[in-house]
Nanobody, 127 residues
């Protein structure tokens, strides 16, 4: 089992920044990747970003490219951050981090490939 503990989130104003954290623990599979998804009421969960186990490969949704950055902590590679800059009201959502067994440039967006999920954290951006 892998546990993913999320932190961060809250209410911010449009144009500001926020950082979310996702700390993985337990039986982490070597090579596993971490992804971030978000969901608004009545909508399907949407892929946001993903990062490989070593942190060199990253994938972003077009909607966040250039504004969001996914990274791994330099000292503890099991902690992943989602730095969100220039936030917009449409970024308001419940954000989840999730773990998948391997990184895939072509399929990181696929929710069904992720087998462990964090508890979710609310991000609200006011205009």
């Amino acid at each position: 089992q892998v546990q993913l503990a999320q932190s961060g989130g809250g209410l911010v104003q449009e144009g500001t920044s926020m950082r979310l954290s996702c700390a993985a623990s337990g039986r982490i599979v070597p090579g596993s990747a971490i992804g971030w998804f978000r969901q608004t009421p009545g909508q399907e969960r949407e892929f946001v970003a993903a990062i490989s186990s070593g942190g060199r490969s990253k994938t972003y949704a077009d909607s966040v490219k250039g504004r969001f950055t996914i990274s791994r902590d330099r000292e503890n590679k099991n902690t992943v951050y989602l730095q969100m800059n220039s936030l917009k009201p449409e970024d308001t959502a419940l954000y989840y981090c999730a773990s998948r067994p391997w990184y895939s440039d072509n399929y990181n967006y696929r929710e069904s490939d992720y087998n462990y999920w964090g508890q979710g954290t609310q991000v609200t951006v006011s205009s």
